[in-house]
């Protein structure tokens, strides 16, 4: 199992991002996908998690209404499309199957 985030990066309070997470190593389509983040000094929290056929979602409080989870289950492929940034959204934002986790990709939220 490899999970590859990329598509973080410094970006200014009010705009956006879309992080993708990459897989291989197993039937995509077969799972449900979480994306994860980690900020310095805290605990690892979920983010959103999206059902194998992407048909449910589920998203932290902190996000709802400003961030989508979708797949493409042909690509392999899960997004996390991030609007109206805040600072607090500064993180490392991973990508996890069960107990599988990519390396992480650093959204830092600054003017």
């Known amino acids: 199992v490899q999970l590859v985030e990329s598509g973080g990066g410094l970006v200014q309070p009010g705009g956006s991002l879309r992080l993708s997470c990459t897989a291989s190593?197993?039937?995509?389509?077969?799972?449900?996908m979480s994306w994860y983040r980690q900020a310095p000094g805290k605990e690892r929290e979920l983010v959103a998690f999206i059902s194998s056929g992407g048909g449910s979602t589920n998203y932290a409080d902190s996000v709802k209404g400003r961030f989508t989870i979708s797949r493409n289950n042909a690509t392999n492929t899960v997004y996390l499309q991030m609007n109206s940034l805040k600072p607090e959204d500064t993180a490392v934002y991973y990508c996890?199957?069960?107990?599988?986790w990519g390396q992480g990709t650093q959204v830092t939220v600054s003017s």
């Open positions: 190593g197993f039937t995509f389509s077969s799972y449900g």
């Open positions: 996890r199957r069960g107990g599988y």
